[in-house]
């Protein structure tokens, strides 16, 4: 199987080398190289898948890769139901976007160089989920950084771009650097790197890790909160929709980002009580913060982006909970359903020519039928709406909440409740509210090249739920003990309703409110409804926008402030205040060496 | 005597004098393939002493009364001077037009550098360790000023010229010192007294001559001359100095630790440590304001000066820090051979190497383009290419160390910061490659011709390009053929 | 009476050796600052000899030929360099040299 899975692997490499070497000029032989080998990768990802069925086989390819003295590093494959599922899903939505990509980026100037990328990006993102140890995964893991950077970076002409492209890779390496931190005090403290040795030692000895055990950990999780976006480092996903929207959907909302998540999962054993908790109030605190967020937004895309934020949330406070499983079968229904919505984003925003402010939208139900039912397939999915695969995985979530924690039970209710209502906000403003601007009401649906992709990952939303994912991955991460499944899927659907409700209230009646000004006459039905106006106002302003206001005020200031900018700034100005010292005059040189020395020999001579 | 110690610096002196001659003979229009022969002379005589010459690395030979030997360690070095005086002289040979002067006494003394360099690797004594080093001084004072009709060359070879000279002041001072605590000029000798006659004078002298060693390697607090001197020097020039007189000075450093480091002198190994992080902290701080590529890499040498001394230190305390100190120092004459051969191409005569001569590169070179980048990005440590290892190894030692000593954590903790922070100025670079904003390229003045590249300088760019990614991706190879060489090689 | 011994030539070498140290730092003249390397040099040199007397061995006096080698070559190139700069710049000051910094 290893073989297999290494072709797999250097399948979209070489692809990208092909593409970065021969095709430059040629746009349509790299989009079909791409294609072909993002749809190789998912064909032998199902054969692996197929002839193991989430059974284990370790394999080791060459055990001394890397020899430094006793460090040793092997390099190989990690096969078991985690890694293998986790293929397919990696492979089987990045395909689907690939294709999509063909269409939407049709008209761009530099599709090769667009692809390329997307086919690197693949690679580095099969090698985080393959990888047998740290070693392997941090190479891959910072390649990951750079061909996100790449692609985020990819209309480089507009500033905003660039410079989101930038702060992402920043923002990423001070993870980073706890991250390797932690894998240093991994290898310290247990003399090794390799997933499986450490699992084996973990077991034996529980407190292997010794008193920084804790420490250790979230020296680890400083990784995931990275990559993954969580508070307090999620600045720089938002800004990261400058990217075309097809790396928003593969990138930074399917698969790079929940790659911090795939990596807590596996070394979950790592973790002590204590670190688990901090993970899990992180987790929680990103998911209730993000979704107030949302609230207030008006971009299509952000809003998706704060809602991917929030979502990751949750995954991280499962796995904080002591849920990984529960952590990974929402991270697989998410990669589908938050992957369709991304696409039928782009495919709005590709029919009204760049347009991406929801406000002026609306009436696209009729326009884009395919778009708006598979967005709508979607948005129920994300809202934990039964049958469709989000409502299986949303309650798992619930469950397990409700059985560890209780405030963390209420906080994840809150965020169920302010998903469906920013979702049905985009939904009805944007689809079925009347068209609002010209391109709106001109739109056309999507070539089919990008809505057979929609429709695909539609299918994938809706079954995602039935085929079974939850129990393979059970096997792979242990059964996780839940709460009361009545209960949490009581409050699911509560918030369901209650969410709906809201938005429903406030968006759809906001062209019937003015119609029945024009008209004057049901004066009494137009206080009533002036009157839930007014109260949703008040609420509005006292609780959402107060807190969201704070929220991204603090974002702004405190945290992209004080912290990134501010060490960033220390570093710049000491560099500027350094640079000083060198001026250009050979006597004050001289002095201060001559100083220099004067002060070494005082210092350890005397 | 024996002569079989030296013959490398025997064959590269006669191909100075070789040249020196030739030049006199040769029409003027044939003198610009002077480099090139000298280049091509040096990669025979590289090939011939890796594989023909019988030169046995596991046996440690001693000549000259013990001044010189030649052992593993010494041979590795030998053979990285070699190399990177090839890469210099082929870089040298497009330049040779704007020296206005002669081309064979250019290459000349280059080659009397090397020669330098080579005794550098093998000096056992003081006496020795004082030749080689002014060998490659006084060189140098010539090489930097080469360019005697542009001022800046002249003032870079002056202010080289005045603080060399107090560096090789308290070098003397110190070996006299050394010599009034000891009574003796040899470092073996030096290292089998117990106890020695007077230890503060030792001490003293100890401390003066790493001072002086220390202005070779540009640590702070002895690296204000590289900027200055880096930007004024011809393009050829900067790279040996970044490359082969700082690889020289730590070999030389490397020696005079192993033999002199004994209890009674562990202050120098604490004092080293604060040099060490003081030199990454200023190196990558400074880097980040800095748009004049030749002193970028000035600030990138004084930050690997602090890496490499992670290295020096720990070799000192005995643990095996040779091969991750070799292991950097080849990834870092590779990434900084490209840099500086690209950096002469780019720039036109009498042009200040500023960031702006990037601009667009991307679209009128690519290769040179993808060969820069590549450079930068293993200078700035960012896996999987070469300086991502090399720094990792050097690391790996410091954690070693702070098993004994937890304040190695601090090193540590800075080491990282610093790898952090120079990420700073690999984003200008790489942007000015490949997106420069409008508003810089419409202010390019030239258009954006692609830059002409000779056959022999793409040559020494693909084996540069070839060595930052296998050092980077097959790291085991190399350390193996390194283990190899060191292994028999016990300080002696 | 006590003799002159070791410390007491040592002594003046380290003030030599600082005075000429001072002369690089102070003097604006480059070719009186490289009388001042000169004179750190020489400084140097006595100490070396003075050590080899006390010390009943040569090998200090073999450095001090080396150490004089040098230095004459390096006056050869250094003096050969400050003519070029006074040809140019038609000083000798050194803060005339300060095109090159930050």
Known sequence: ?606 | MNLQLITLEVVVTLIGATILLGSLWLPADKRRHLPLVAAAALVVLLIAHCFAMGVDTTTTLHGFGGGIVQDGFAICLKRLFLASAAFVLAMSAPFVERLRAGPGEFCALILFALVGMLFAASANDFVMLFVSVELITVTFYVLTSFQRHETRSLEAGAKYLILGGVATGLMVFGISLIFAGSGTMSLREISKLDPLPNLMLFNAGLLLVVAGLGFKIAIVPFQLWAPDVYQGSPTPVTAFLAVGSKIAGFALLMRLLRHTSRPETGFLLDALAALAAFSMIYGSLCAIWQRQLKRLMAYIGISSAGYLLIGVIAMAKGFDGTKAILFYLAAYLFAAMATFTVIGLISKEGEDERSEILNGLHKRSPGLALTLTLSIVSLAGIPPLAGFFGKFLLLQLLLEMAVNNAAYYWLLGIALACIVASLAFFFGIIRAVYWPSDVALSRATAPAAPIPTSLPLKISLAICVTGIILLGLQPDVFLDLIQETVRAFRWQ | MKSVGLEHYLIVCALLFCLGLLGVIIQRNLIVMYMGLELMLNAANLALVACSHFLNKLDGQILVFFVITVAAAEVAVGLALIVAICRRKQSTDVADLNSLKL
């Open chain 1, 1 to 606: 199987m290893a073989p297999l899975a290494l072709i797999a692997l250097f399948l979209p490499l070489a692809s990208a080398v092909a593409i970065a070497l021969f095709t430059r000029r040629n746009a349509s032989v790299s989009a079909g190289i791409s294609i072909g080998a993002s749809l190789g990768a998912f064909l032998i990802s199902a054969l692996i898948f197929n002839q193991l069925r989430g059974a284990t086989a370790p394999e080791t390819l060459n055990p001394n890769w890397l020899s430094i003295g006793d460090f040793k590093v092997d390099f190989g494959v990690t096969l078991d139901a985690l890694s293998q599922l986790m293929l397919l899903v990696v492979t089987g939505v990045g395909s689907a976007i690939h294709i999509y990509s063909w269409g939407y980026m049709r008209a761009d100037r530099s599709v090769s160089r667009y692809f390329a990328g997307l086919s690197l990006f693949m690679f580095s993102m099969l090698g985080i989920v393959l990888a047998r140890n740290f070693v392997q995964m941090f190479i891959f893991w910072e390649l990951v950084g750079v061909s996100s950077y790449l692609l985020i970076g990819h209309w480089y002409e507009r500033a905003s771009a660039a410079d989101a492209a930038k702060k992402a890779f920043i923002t990423n390496r001070i993870g980073d650097f706890g991250f390797l931190l932690g894998i240093l005090m991994v290898w310290a403290a247990l003399g090794t790197i390799n997933f499986s040795s450490i699992a084996d030692i973990m077991k034996a000895n529980p407190l292997a890790l010794g008193a920084l055990g804790t420490g250790t950990g979230l020296l680890i999780f400083c990784g995931c909160v990275g990559k993954s976006a969580q508070f307090p480092l999620h600045v720089w996903l938002p800004d990261a929709m400058e990217g075309p929207t097809p790396v928003s959907a593969l990138i930074h909302a399917a698969t790079m980002v929940a790659a911090g998540v795939y990596m807590l999962c596996r070394v979950f054993i790592l973790f002590t009580p204590e670190a688990l908790s901090v993970i899990a109030w992180i987790g929680g605190g990103t998911a209730i913060l993000a979704a107030l967020m949302a609230v207030q937004q008006n971009d299509i895309k952000r809003i998706l982006a704060y809602s991917t934020l929030s979502q990751l949330g949750y995954m991280v406070m499962a796995v904080g909970l002591g849920g990984p499983a529960t952590a990974m079968f929402h991270l697989t229904t998410h990669a589908f359903f938050k992957a369709l919505l991304f696409l039928g984003a782009g495919s709005v925003i590709y029919a009204l020519h760049h347009e991406q402010d929801i406000w002026k939208m609306g009436g696209l139900k009729s326009k884009m039928s395919v778009t708006f039912w598979t967005f709508l397939i979607a948005t129920l999915a994300l809202c934990g709406v039964p049958p469709f695969s989000g409502f299986f995985s949303k309650d798992e979530i619930l469950a397990l909440a409700l059985g560890h924690n209780m405030p963390l039970f209420v906080i994840a209710s809150i965020v169920a409740v302010l998903t469906t209502f920013y979702m049905f906000r985009l939904v009805i403003v944007a689809f079925i509210n009347p068209a609002k601007s010209d391109p709106a009401s001109h739109a056309h649906e999507s070539p089919s090249v990008m809505t057979l992709p929609l429709v695909f990952l539609a299918v994938l939303t809706i079954a995602g739920g039935f085929i079974g994912i939850d129990k393979l991955y059970e096997v792979a991460l242990g059964k996780t003990e839940l709460g009361n499944h009545t209960v949490a899927m009581a409050a699911g659907l509560g918030a369901f309703a209650i969410g709906l409700i809201a938005a429903w209230t406030l968006y759809a009646n906001a062209t019937a409110d003015s119609l029945t000004t024009r008209l004057g006459a049901m004066a009494h039905w137009m206080r009533d409804r002036f009157y839930f106006d007014e109260c949703y106002e008040w609420l509005n302003r006292w609780t959402q926008e107060l807190l969201a206001t704070v929220a991204d005020w603090f974002d702004r200031w405190i945290i992209a402030g004080a912290g990134v900018k501010g060490l960033s700034l220390a570093a710049e100005l000491g560099g500027g205040l350094l640079r000083l010292m060198q001026t250009g005059n050979v006597q004050t040189y001289a002095l201060l060496i001559a100083l220099a020395t004067a002060l070494l020999f005082w210092r350890y001579i005397l």
